[in-house]
């Protein structure tokens, strides 16, 4: 059984350009969320995603954006960036329910200068 | 709105001593409790979570909560710290049920003496 898995693992962009960060779930999992990790601060949660449609957002503007495949693997898509979008971007993935615990990737390390 | 409070950004203990990472909820309804550690440039690992069973939740690595209503807390413990328990550790908390929202607090970033 594979984890969830992240790429690429880094990113270097400039600002106004646009970014896609993809994201793979664990095997048997239906639900994908992503968070933002700005330097020092705890995960903010960007949007949910539970079988390709999407299921939550959090306080982030449409310039981002989320999709999800039938193999319930999932994009996060930036666009014109902005520096303050320089972070970890975390993707979890879970079966459907409240109770299930989310599990996260590695996380895709994105540097807008 | 929902939401913890890490007391104590940064934690020092010298290894073999207690450790005890403060956390406080605000949640107009029962929450589900959870903590995560996080290691240097790694993503999240689930340490233990609370969802409404026993209140003393028992976790990976030796670390265990225990689920206080009266006072709003859900503190990670353990016993004897080990060099390897230094790392950045999370509270968070779901409260809207049918979208699994985790709301996390700001971090404690736990360093082990020695």
């Known amino acids: 059984e594979t984890g969830v898995t992240q790429s690429p693992t880094h990113l270097i962009k400039t600002r106004g350009q646009q970014v896609t960060l993809r994201c793979s779930s664990q095997?048997?999992?239906?639900?994908v969320s992503w968070y933002q990790q700005a330097l020092g601060q705890g995960p903010q949660f960007i949007f949910q995603y539970y079988r390709e449609e999407e299921n939550g957002r959090g306080n982030f503007p449409p310039r981002f954006s989320g999709l999800q495949f039938p193999n319930y693997s999932s994009e996060l898509n930036v666009n014109a960036l902005e520096l303050d979008d320089s972070a970890l971007y975390l993707c979890?993935?879970?079966?459907?329910?409240?109770?299930?615990?989310?599990?996260f990737g590695p996380g895709t390390r994105l540097l807008v200068l | 709105a929902q939401s913890v409070t890490q007391l104590g950004s940064h934690v020092s203990v010298s290894e073999g001593a207690l450790v005890l990472l403060r956390c406080n909820y605000s949640?107009?309804?029962?929450?589900?409790l959870f903590w995560y550690v996080q290691y240097p440039n790694q993503g999240l690992q689930l340490l233990l979570k609370?969802?409404?069973?026993?209140?003393l939740v028992k976790g990976i690595n030796g670390f265990e909560a225990e689920f206080k209503k009266s006072e709003t807390s859900f503190h990670l413990t353990k016993p004897s710290a080990h060099m390897s328990d230094a790392a950045e550790y999370f509270c968070?908390?779901?409260?809207?049920?049918?979208?699994?929202?985790?709301?996390f607090g700001t971090g404690t970033r736990l360093t082990i003496i020695p």
């Open positions: 095997s048997g999992h239906n639900t």
């Open positions: 609370y969802t409404s069973a026993a209140t």
């Open positions: 979890a993935s879970s079966s459907s329910g409240t109770q299930e615990t989310q599990y």
């Open positions: 968070a908390v779901i409260t809207n049920f049918g979208n699994e929202k985790l709301t």
């Open positions: 949640s107009s309804v029962p929450p589900y």
